[in-house]
């Protein structure tokens, strides 16, 4: 079975045991299933996990099994591929076959120790290449990862376009930071000088979503994979030629965090120079993916916005109307920059021309917008161990998701910063984060055609901790966070009121606020029309979005935007102080965290 098996290296036989609750078993047929443990990690109070979660999870399967299936007969029509020339180029067919290669490793479950998640299994094509299962959209916000339930903290980010951000950079004139990846920047790009195809080394070794506990691992399942020798016809022929000892198969089974391997991140015992061809191998891997990313498969400048651009398509007038707003009053091309001129004031007349043709509508910068903390989000509550001996957040609603500063102070739940430089600016960094590009903010199934209710809709989730559930309440905070604060968290507003609507809890760190939004004197229906121009950014206008089609599921129908997901909201419990792993690491908060 494809998805579930493959063939281990001769060196591997029988039984490997891995923990008391999952082993990896050599079948009749020579090849091995990496069983997970029989019970799934659930420690969550009933109604954090959607009701449908397996099902859902099942279907994604199916899902990313079909587009792994095209990416495979895409691979069997390449032509055979020739290098010419000084350097070594692969002639004619270089870009088709990188491509190629970037997807089926995209799509491709084995990549995980269960043989169950994919890259894309948090990211698929219909939601922009972010969470493809409305119920964890409302709900959990976060994806489980290979071992079943284990979840991480944060929203799946859209990688649409995550390949033109630029490293991450300090800039000293301005005293803030620009590029990197991921909603923390911890995907510096400072070694493959791309920081989306360090974005792509994270997942395949974070204990909460694919979970390899060591990078080898990667090497050692393309080394058994069906598109081996595409990756070394363009990496490089032996390039896989690894010499694996004879428990790698056990090890790989075994997700990362397991109490078995302590603080090694290194459990896979190479000689030196077989680790560095697999670390060559996982940066190859990294760049392979962010290739296919920024092809036009995933990153295509086909929206309406860009036929606007270039004068083949009028605005409708409340398209048109929108986007006034968008640049004016609304202030979004401040951040979200349009690559054109932004206009204030009142009767302002707008006379710049396109300077970007292709604008990515971001400023690629960071801001902490005040968010109120999100009860629903899984992580808070897996404070116990799971079978492998992993606590994935010993703190519980001690936590304080402090963004790129906790990544300045190479903090809990982020990653080491590789810049000791800029530690000293962690207090003012905190509660910040990546600035998304607005592009296919709205994008969705076709037989889904909105995200906002009543739809028919297909639900996501909006800002770092998905506390926001349709674009109209995302405008709505925008505009309105400053008129309706309430020091209260979520859960908890005053009698009378509806949260996100007139009231709005207070932040989770309200430290570094961003000041630029929160009054902005919007009516509704201007709110209405800026999420109006914002569909207009959604690719697939000018030609088919590819694999947006393959949404299989449900759409939802019923209700109202401005209210859309608050049937979910629950109370946050009374809030320990900040956990001084957290809040207590030098550099301090420029003022106390609650």
């Known amino acids: 079975m494809r998805r579930d098996t493959y063939v281990a290296g001769a060196a591997v036989l029988g039984l490997l045991l891995v923990s008391p609750a999952g082993f990896a078993q050599q079948n ?121 339930f284990r979840a991480g903290k944060r929203t799946a980010q859209r990688y649409t376009y995550s390949p033109r951000f630029p490293v991450l950079q300090f800039n000293e004139t301005q005293q803030l930071f620009f590029g990197g990846n991921f909603w923390d920047g911890r995907s510096t790009g400072y070694l493959l000088q791309s920081a989306d195809a360090e974005q792509a080394q994270h997942p395949p070794v974070d204990p909460l979503e694919m979970g390899n506990p060591d990078t080898a691992c990667i090497a050692f399942k393309l080394a058994q994979s069906q598109y081996r020798t595409l990756f070394e016809d363009v990496w490089g022929k032996g390039s896989l030629n690894i010499n694996f000892p004879p428990d790698t198969e056990e090890i790989c089974c075994t997700p990362g965090g397991a109490a078995r391997f302590g603080t090694d991140v290194q459990p896979v015992r190479l000689s030196p ?55 004016g009053k609304g202030n979004c091309n401040s951040c979200h920059l349009d690559g054109r001129g932004t ?39 897996e404070t116990t161990p799971d079978a492998f001996g992993f606590t994935p957040n010993p703190f519980g609603f001690a936590y304080r998701d402090l963004g790129l500063g906790t990544f300045l102070r190479s903090g809990f739940g982020s990653a080491d ?4 430089d800029w530690t000293q600016f962690a207090p003012l960094q905190d509660g910040r984060m990546q600035t998304l590009t607005a592009r296919n903010v709205a994008m969705t199934p076709p037989q889904c055609p909105t995200t906002e209710a009543p739809g028919p809709y297909f639900q996501k989730e909006f800002f770092h901790n998905g506390y926001i559930k349709s674009l109209k309440q995302l ?49 509704d229906h201007e709110e209405d029309l800026i999420v109006i121009f914002m569909q207009t950014l959604t690719d697939g206008f000018t030609k088919p979005y590819p694999n947006r089609d393959t949404f299989t599921g449900r759409c939802m129908s019923g209700g109202r935007a401005s209210t859309q997901g608050n049937e979910f909201l629950i109370p946050t419990p009374p809030l320990p102080p900040c956990a001084s792993a957290i809040c207590g690491v030098a550099p301090l908060p420029t003022m106390p965290i609650p």
């Open 475 to 523: 405008v709505h905070f925008y505009n309105t966070r400053d008129v309706f604060p309430f020091p209260v968290t979520s859960g908890h507003c005053p009698r009378g009121t509806t949260e996100k609507v007139d009231c709005w809890p207070m932040p989770e760190v309200p430290n570094n606020l961003d000041h630029t939004i929160g009054q902005l004197g919007l009516t």
């Open 343 to 381: 206009t204030l004031f009142p009767n302002q007349l707008d006379t710049s021309t396109a300077a970007d043709v292709e604008p990515l509508f971001t400023c690629f910068g960071y801001a902490n917008l005040g968010l109120p903390l999100n009860p629903r989000v899984a992580f808070y509550y």
């Open 28 to 148: 009749g047929n020579g090849n091995f299933v990496c069983e997970p443990p029989k019970r799934p990690y659930d420690p969550y109070p009933r109604g954090i996990l959607p009701r449908d979660l397996e099902p859902e999870l099942d279907r994604v399967r199916r899902e990313v099994g079909f587009i792994f299936d095209q990416a495979l007969a895409e691979m069997r029509a390449l032509p055979p591929l020739t290098r010419t020339s000084n350097p070594p180029t692969i002639h004619g067919s270089g870009y088709a076959a990188v491509r190629t290669l970037g997807k089926l490793m995209n799509f491709d479950e084995n990549m995980s120790p269960f043989r169950n998640e994919a890259c894309a299994s948090c990211h698929m094509p219909y939601a922009a290449y972010s969470g493809p299962i409305p119920s964890v959209n409302l709900t959990m916000v976060a994806y489980p990862g290979s071992f079943r």
């Open 273 to 327: 120079e077989d680790r560095t061809r697999a670390n060559r191998v996982y940066d190859n891997w990294g760049q392979s993916i962010s290739f296919f990313e920024s092809s036009n498969d995933v990153s295509p400048f086909t929206s309406k916005f860009d036929a606007f651009l270039k004068g083949n398509v009028t605005l409708t007038p409340d398209e048109m109307a929108g986007y006034q707003l968008f640049k």
């Open 417 to 420: 910063s590789p810049n000791s």
